[in-house]
């Protein structure tokens, strides 16, 4: 897990540094991720890995290495990724940020947001971003 929040981390930067360099053109910035992503994965000796960019400019996704090395089936796009933890920070200074900006209120509601949330009538943004909702853990439920 830490070899792919360094990773992360490393792929971040770049995007965030890239961005405010407005000499770089978007396909070279995309160039530059998917050259930097490449090395990350040949560094850390990483099976596959991916990235992806939405901005106004335009969405771009791009995968390097194996799903499956036994049956060396390449990494898609429409593969799924458990990043699990890594998102919780960045999850919480989303909404920080909204709250910052008055767009939202910790008190308010799930279900104001976001319907079919179990107890989402309940439930606050404010417990669900210190992990006190006493939702089920979503691993635990089947896909169907």
Do not use: C
């Amino acid at each position: 897990m830490v070899k792919l929040r360094v990773i992360f981390f490393l792929l971040l930067s770049l995007v965030l540094s890239s961005g405010t360099e407005a000499a770089s053109s978007w396909p070279e910035q995309k160039r530059q991720l998917a050259t930097a992503l490449d090395a990350a994965v040949k560094q850390y000796d990483l099976p596959g890995a991916a990235i992806g960019v939405w901005t106004p400019r335009g969405n771009w996704v791009v995968t390097t290495g194996y799903a499956d090395l036994a049956a060396r089936r390449p990494l898609r796009r429409n593969d799924r990724f458990g990043i699990r933890s890594v998102t919780k920070s960045f999850t919480v200074t989303v909404i920080l940020q909204l709250v910052a900006k008055g767009r939202l209120r910790l008190d308010d509601k799930v279900g104001k947001y976001v319907s079919g949330v179990p107890n989402g009538h309940l439930i606050t943004i404010r417990q669900l971003a210190n992990m006190t909702s006493g939702l089920i853990d979503y691993s635990r439920v089947d896909d169907s």
